[in-house]
């Protein structure tokens, strides 16, 4: 088994490609998120990142920079977090919220502009809150209504 120190991120490359796009989720999971195979082509301001074990991807997410961010925060300094997943044959290792304690690090050093990230968590997906929650996200109190009902809006100040 690989070492916990071994995960990193780092941006999206095609070689990252093929390992992602078999990424798998239950649909108890699948509901609140979406596959990294969703995210061949991405719009400008979407950043896709990749979290590594080693050389080998077990985890997705996208950092947006668009206008989609105003819905969200009203800080323009702010990014938003999106389509975290863990592919199911990676998942209770650590890997999400070891991905999560990096984060920080990694938007400073990649986005040095950024000084808040904000996400959506739907009220239902108890796991992300908690996840979200152990690693330094705040709930701001705010909610927006999404596909599949009620979401929650966290916060990370950088």
Known sequence: MQSIDEVKLEHFSNEHMKELATFELPEEQAQFTALPSKYKVVKEGQHRIVLLCGNKPVGFFLLHSTDRIKEYSNNPNAMLLTTLSVNYAEQGKGYAKQAMLLLRDFVKSE????????????????????????????????RKIGRIGEQFIFNLDL
């Open 111 to 142: 986005f040095p502009s950024c000084d808040e990230i904000v996400l959506a968590v739907n009220h239902k997906n108890f796991p992300a809150q908690k996840l979200y929650s152990k690693v330094g996200f705040k709930d701001t109190g705010r």
